[in-house]
């Protein structure tokens, strides 16, 4: 039986996302408001919020049933969606910023926390994100560790090997901070880092 990792569709699948040329021009939402979508195992669109839909300009017709890689955007690391998937499928929560493409091409950053969703008996039915403004400290920072996992993808010479030196890139830098992922995240803003001792 294929697992839910092969069901999922990547960017190489046939299921390709609608071509959106970015705008360069940044939108934003509510510091009151979530951008709340869930999705199945297999990373479709199940169910996307007012918000979400409102800030990415596709209607639920256009993006239930979609893989949610629709709103990709080029400036986001394969590295960071490879983390978050393995993250989540080992039935992990996961916070991340990500940046977001809206159906014009306009875009919008995100501080994101997907989670599994499981049904009464336990098991994983699908996932869950919800989206809240990011903090603005911590988006210099965001940005430019992006640029470089980015840089470092692209200096590869296939998709399997810029996945692996993104990875690696991200692990050092984790092994230097002495902490994992979410810590590290949260660690990038002033808000959040109060919460930890990293
Ligand atoms: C619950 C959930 C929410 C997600 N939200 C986003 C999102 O907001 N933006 C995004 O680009 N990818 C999101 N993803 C990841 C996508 O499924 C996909 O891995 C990513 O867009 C990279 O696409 P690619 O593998 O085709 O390059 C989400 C996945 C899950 C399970």
Known sequence: MENASNQRNSG????RRPT????????????????V????????????????????????????????????????PRTVFKLLWDTIQSGEEIFAYVVNLA????????????????????AVVGYHSSRRVPYP???PKVRALYKTLCDIERSQPDPRSALEAGTRA???????K????????FSL??????????
């Open 20 to 35: 959106v040329q970015p705008t360069g021009r940044e939108v934003t939402f509510g510091e009151d408001e979530l951008i």
């Open 103 to 122: 159906k014009n091409g306009d875009h919008y950053w995100v501080f994101a926390h997907v989670t599994p969703s499981v049904d009464a008996h336990g």
């Open 170 to 176: 991200v692990h050092e830098t984790l092994a230097a």
């Open 37 to 76: 979508s869930k999705t199945d195992l297999a990373g479709v669109v199940t169910y996307a919020n007012d918000v979400f839909l409102r800030v990415s300009g596709y209607s639920e017709v256009e993006i239930i049933g979609k893989p949610h890689n629709i709103i990709r955007h080029p400036d986001m």
């Open 137 to 139: 400290d911590a988006l």
């Open 12 to 15: 190489d699948s046939l299921m």
């Open 178 to 185: 002495r902490c994992d992922y979410s810590q590290f995240v």
């Open 189 to 198: 803003s002033e808000r959040t880092a109060m919460d930890l001792s990293v």
